[in-house]
């Protein structure tokens, strides 16, 4: 009975708290991806940059099975909006910004 309450707790807080986590993991793949001009200089800092992008793409898809995992209780109201909602943006923001890692979520 306790970890039933545990999991309903912990999935009401990741409701709560994943749309936020989107959009942060959104802008800060956006900042990063602009420092692309510093990659010319070297190969190191090119395999830093794609290394960097890697990390932040892994990021973004472990939200999204976070995301997944929560099912229909997504669908549910928080503070920042709907999970369900802020996944679609998440989606949509994959396609458009990084065409080639539609395929792989």
């Not at 956006?30 to 940059?49: A, G, P, R, V």
């Not at 920042?80 to 802020?86: I, K, N, S």
């Amino acid at each position: 009975m306790e970890e039933d309450r545990f999991e309903d707790r912990a999935r009401k807080s990741m409701i709560e708290i994943l749309p936020a986590a989107f959009r942060q993991a959104m802008e800060s793949y956006k900042f990063y991806i602009q420092k692309k001009e510093s990659i010319t200089d070297n190969k190191t800092n090119f395999s830093d940059y794609h290394m960097g992008c890697k990390k932040a793409l892994s990021h973004l898809q472990l939200l999204i099975k976070m995301g997944e995992w929560l099912g229909e209780e997504g669908k549910e109201k928080s503070a920042d909006g709907t999970l369900a909602d802020a996944m679609a943006e998440v989606n949509a923001f994959l396609a458009e910004e990084v065409p080639c890692v539609e395929d792989e979520i």
